[in-house]
């Protein structure tokens, strides 16, 4: 009886956050950003490589929103969920004008791709 | 004046205005509405300042593309049939560009310019496959970012436009997928 209740129970309930992401799940939601952004290079949105532990709004000779600038975001896990999950409401005035990703599953696959890119090599 | 606009009008008003408007072009598209479109210009508010930067950030990556197109065309990879197919595309590019350019105008906004260099990995493309990967790639990318547009415009005729510009993104990739021998439409629903 309790192994039922608790079958029940962990069918009704959401997955269980994992730790981590799966980072090839995470390249190929990347793919969706690719008409502005890419890793090694600035296009429309800028580059990601380098990204964990940035301050927002800093690659050198990438014009910024004002809003994101002055975001004082350092982006981490944490602070890219936030601002993955809905850009226009973490940073109002944002540039990029993007619904999100609402999957917290799908969230955690691309921060897991973006964490494992690195430092930039230019 | 255009059917889109009828929708908030008593039927008699949205009558008498459409037989006033009826001299005018009347155009098929949503997307060649809008460069004309009076209701924009009466948009104010952060709203609009929204809209405006929106339709900034598509017009960037527009711009952005139909330099990618160039440099496609101009790699001397690309055979006959692949180049036309190429420059049609870029074509498709300007023309959104255009209307996106001349919508923000509409707004009251300032339509962000063309860049002097953009940075592209040239190096990496030395096949016509190469070539037809790295748009299909954009194409795709494209097709996200609009579809991640459509829903936060304050204006929903914006929306409409988006998702037309969509559409038509979403061919390109198609039809870049197909020639790289892959399936041209790979799921039921684009993310």
């Given at each position: 009886?309790?192994?039922?209740?608790?079958?029940?129970?962990?069918?009704?309930?959401?997955?269980?956050?994992?730790?981590?992401?799966?980072?090839?799940?995470?390249?190929?939601?990347?793919?969706?950003?690719?008409?502005?952004?890419?890793?090694?290079?600035?296009?429309?949105?800028?580059?990601?490589?380098?990204?964990?532990?940035?301050?927002?709004?800093?690659?050198?000779?990438?014009?910024?929103?004002?809003?994101?600038?002055?975001?004082?975001?350092?982006?981490?896990?944490?602070?890219?969920?936030?601002?993955?999950?809905?850009?226009?409401?973490?940073?109002?005035?944002?540039?990029?004008?993007?619904?999100?990703?609402?999957?917290?599953?799908?969230?955690?696959?691309?921060?897991?791709?973006?964490?494992?890119?690195?430092?930039?090599?230019? | 004046?255009?059917?889109?606009?009828?929708?908030?009008?008593?039927?008699?008003?949205?009558?008498?205005?459409?037989?006033?408007?009826?001299?005018?072009?009347?155009?098929?598209?949503?997307?060649?509405?809008?460069?004309?479109?009076?209701?924009?210009?009466?948009?104010?508010?952060?709203?609009?300042?929204?809209?405006i930067r929106?339709l900034n950030t598509?017009l960037g990556?527009?711009?952005?593309?139909?330099?990618?197109?160039?440099?496609?065309?101009?790699?001397?990879?690309?055979?006959?049939?692949?180049?036309?197919?190429?420059?049609?595309?870029?074509?498709?590019?300007?023309?959104?560009?255009?209307?996106?350019?001349?919508?923000i105008?509409?707004?009251?906004?300032?339509?962000v310019?063309?860049?002097?260099?953009?940075?592209?990995?040239?190096?990496?493309?030395?096949?016509?496959?190469?070539?037809?990967?790295?748009?299909?790639?954009?194409?795709?990318?494209?097709?996200?970012?609009?579809?991640?547009?459509?829903?936060?415009?304050?204006?929903?005729?914006?929306?409409?436009?988006?998702?037309?510009?969509?559409?038509?993104?979403?061919?390109?990739?198609?039809?870049?997928?197909?020639?790289?021998?892959?399936?041209?439409?790979?799921?039921?629903?684009?993310?």
């Amino acid at each position: 009886m309790r192994l039922r209740i608790l079958a029940a129970l962990a069918l009704a309930l959401p997955p269980a956050a994992s730790a981590a992401g799966d980072a090839a799940r995470g390249s190929q939601i990347y793919e969706r950003c690719a008409a502005c952004h890419s890793i090694e290079r600035d296009h429309t949105g800028p580059r990601h490589c380098g990204l964990f532990g940035r301050k927002a709004g800093t690659v050198a000779g990438f014009e910024y929103s004002a809003a994101m600038k002055h975001s004082g975001i350092v982006w981490n896990a944490k602070t890219l969920d936030r601002f993955l999950a809905n850009p226009l409401k973490a940073v109002p005035g944002t540039a990029m004008g993007y619904a999100g990703v609402p999957d917290a599953a799908e969230r955690r696959d691309l921060i897991a791709y973006l964490a494992k890119a690195g430092a930039c090599t230019k | 004046m255009s059917f889109l606009l009828l929708g908030a009008q008593s039927p008699s008003a949205a009558r008498r205005s459409f037989l006033r408007g009826s001299g005018l072009v009347l155009t098929g598209t949503a997307v060649a509405l809008l460069a004309g479109k009076e209701a924009l210009a009466a948009t104010h508010g952060a709203g609009a300042e929204s809209d405006i930067r929106i339709l900034n950030t598509a017009l960037g990556a527009e711009l952005e593309a139909i330099a990618a197109y160039q440099v496609g065309a101009e790699s001397k990879l690309l055979e006959k049939a692949v180049l036309d197919l190429a420059v049609t595309f870029q074509g498709h590019h300007k023309e959104h560009a255009d209307v996106l350019a001349k919508t923000i105008a509409k707004l009251g906004g300032k339509a962000v310019a063309a860049k002097a260099k953009y940075d592209f990995p040239v190096a990496s493309l030395k096949t016509q496959a190469d070539v037809l990967r790295f748009a299909a790639q954009l194409e795709k990318g494209a097709v996200s970012a609009y579809l991640g547009a459509v829903p936060v415009f304050g204006n929903r005729d914006l929306s409409k436009a988006a998702a037309s510009i969509l559409g038509d993104e979403a061919m390109h990739w198609a039809v870049l997928r197909n020639a790289l021998g892959e399936a041209p439409v790979p799921g039921a629903f684009v993310a």
